[in-house]
């Protein structure tokens, strides 16, 4: 069972996903960009539509400021 807490303010959530899409657009193949004040999932929908709409390939992973992004094709 996991440890219940109070009063643990949320993260506050600064970039919007378009400010992740747009920037990814941008990226050329083996360039990443650390996304600040996001969680991992936050991330998620951005890349997803990028995806689907340029064929690019990205990958993510959490880092302790943020996500870094990275485009690997």
């Known amino acids: 069972m996991f440890k219940i807490d109070n009063n643990i303010p949320m ?24 996304a600040t004040g996001i969680l991992l999932n936050s991330s998620t929908y951005a890349i997803c539509k ?12 959490s880092e302790k400021d943020g996500v870094r992004i990275w485009r690997i094709e």
Do not use: W
Request: proline share 3%; charged share 35%; net charge positive.
């Open 50 to 61: 990028l995806i689907k709409k340029t064929g690019k390939k990205f990958t993510k992973r």
């Open 11 to 34: 993260p506050v959530v600064s970039v919007k996903s378009h400010n992740i899409y747009e920037t990814a657009d941008k990226l050329e193949e083996g360039q990443s960009f650390l």
